[in-house]
């Protein structure tokens, strides 16, 4: 049987949705798939994978940039193939705790791209995430690393058991 193959794209500013998209690149690459993981603003040719997952960090309430021009730049071809969504993150343990609706924009591209399904991590925010925001938001105890390994690799792995079923033999 052909091993399918995964782009995982994602936007970041500081690094933090990086790892998250790492992550499910790795559960997915167990669960046996091909998987590249790269920026998104990279990427410009969505036709040679049979799926697609695209994340992005969330900064006042809004995808990066390089996260929604990759959705639009590349619509056509992800309405027709099989789409993922996912944001980072609140950097605190709400997105443990229950589903946090997409922003606005990602919304906006769910619908577009007729995504299968959305889902906000938590993200991070440490000492070492440059800027002077976020230098400001870790000393007055805003920080931390709210990324969930098992919580994003078990959506990665629920991904993979759905392209798996769907497969044809
Ligand atoms: C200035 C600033 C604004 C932020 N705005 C939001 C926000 O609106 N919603 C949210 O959930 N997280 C917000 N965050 C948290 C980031 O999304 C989180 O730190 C994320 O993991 C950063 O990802 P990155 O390192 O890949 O850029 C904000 C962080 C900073 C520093």
Redesign the pocket.
Known sequence: MKRQKILVAYG???????GIAEEIGRALAEDGFDTDVVPAADVQDVTQFDAVILGS?????HWQRSALSCADRNAEALAHRPVWLFS????DSSAEQHEIAPVPGAAEAMEGLHARGHV?FG???TSE?S?W??RT?VKHGKGGDFRNPEQIRSWAHEIGNELRSQQPA
């Open positions: 970041s500013k500081h690094g933090a949705t990086v960090a969330l900064y006042a309430g980072s993150g609140p950097v906000t993200g991070s925010l995430t800027g925001i976020a938001l």
